[in-house]
């Protein structure tokens, strides 16, 4: 009986650990790009801690403190002369700009290589498909609007198509599901306007539009140097369409097509990926070779979109994030002279205040969501 009960918990909490400790990889990660990027330039770095709070444990090793804190959420390189003046030559703040671009940069491009190097292994593992349009289904009605097999989908709604994972996200987002496709037909490109997707409702209640016909996969032919090739310009393209999806989606949320309610939190990626992971371990208890397989994909596919969501949003130019303070350093690459520190400080500051609230919002809406199953 104890077996079995430790057993069940088992089942329960591993998907929540592989969650936890795939996000903690994450934060560790990005600030492993700007530690070592700091200690390629010989910056002084005064603290590497993961978490946020009061600190669990410390080790101090040479000039530096490691530190696990209590929250479990985000990190920190802290760097002599990052926030305050130093005299010290080793100081962030007394580096040449492009230095201190490069350190601010760091951990915002170890999260976008993650991404897309997991994106890398996805393909390989699954090409995916092309963006030729394949057979339709029994309830289809975009066939008879003039979509035809074979047609390759380059445009929807006028923004290119990278590839298949670009036709379902740009149709979802059309208004009333109808929209103009680009394809091309027998060496011809052509526009088929006005073309109505069907409505689609889930088992939760939810209704969305809905592509109603199979995309046509990959040629296995060709020799190792052309998969080769082919999965590295799949690589390419499929994190193209992830980044763009972020942008998109922050387009969406400024002008009113989705709420802040829509927006998870660490809280609700965690939930998210925990949910991923037990669909993972649901497709290996079925038996199902292909079913296992699928679902293992679909979570190595979230952790690429997070991690390359994760690091878009760090380059994003808002005061205290990253790309708020690599805007600075632009603006003193450009001009010449660096704008006052206090300036900069009561930015950087005032900015992250306001990223405390926004994330103790989203963790509400989240923590909400869990209790109540809806967002």
């Not at 309610?261 to 993972?280: E, M």
Request: positive net charge.
């Amino acid at each position: 009986m104890i077996l079995i009960t430790i057993s069940l918990l088992w089942s329960k909490a591993w998907p929540i650990i592989v969650a936890v400790l795939y996000f903690g990889f994450l934060v560790l990660s990005h600030e492993l790009g700007h530690f070592s990027a700091a200690k390629a330039f010989k910056v002084k770095v005064l603290e590497f801690s993961m978490g946020m709070g009061p600190r669990l444990l410390k080790k101090q090793k040479g000039e530096t403190l490691f530190s696990l804190k209590a929250i479990p959420f985000g990190g920190s390189c802290l760097m002599e002369g990052e926030d305050e003046s130093s005299e010290n030559p080793r100081a962030f703040g007394n580096q040449r700009p492009w230095k201190r671009f490069i350190i601010l940069f760091a951990g915002a491009f170890v999260n976008l290589l993650c991404g897309v190097l997991i994106m890398g292994a996805i393909v390989a593992a699954n090409p995916g498909t092309t963006t030729r349009v394949g057979d339709f289904a029994n309830w289809a009605v975009t066939q008879a609007q003039g979509v035809k097999t074979g047609d390759q989908i380059v445009r929807v709604n006028g923004k290119r198509v990278y590839s298949w994972i670009d036709v379902g996200f740009l149709t979802s987002r059309a208004k009333d599901g109808a929209v103009q496709l680009t394809v091309r037909r027998g060496g011809k490109t052509l526009k088929l306007s006005k073309i109505q997707f069907p409505k689609v409702e889930y088992e939760d209640g939810t209704q969305a539009y809905h592509q109603d016909f199979t995309l046509q996969a990959f040629p296995q032919e060709g020799s190792p140097v052309l998969r080769g090739l082919r999965t590295a310009k799949q690589t390419v393209l499929q994190s193209v369409t992830v980044g763009r999806m972020v942008w998109l989606s922050l387009l969406d949320m400024v002008t009113g097509k989705f709420s802040m309610r829509d927006i998870s939190g660490p809280i609700g990626v965690v939930t998210l990926l925990s949910d991923g992971a037990q669909q993972v371990q649901q497709g290996a208890a079925s038996g199902n070779k292909a079913e296992a397989v699928g679902s293992l994909l679909d979570l190595l596919l979230l952790f690429s979109m997070i991690s390359l969501n994760i690091g878009i949003m760090n380059l994003l130019p808002l005061p205290a994030l990253d790309g708020g303070r690599l805007l600075f350093c632009l603006v003193e690459i450009i001009f010449r002279k660096p704008l006052p520190k206090k300036f900069e400080a009561v930015v950087h500051g005032v900015g992250f205040a306001l990223l405390m609230l926004f994330l103790v919002f989203v963790s509400f809406s989240d923590v909400w969501a869990l209790i109540t199953g809806k967002r």
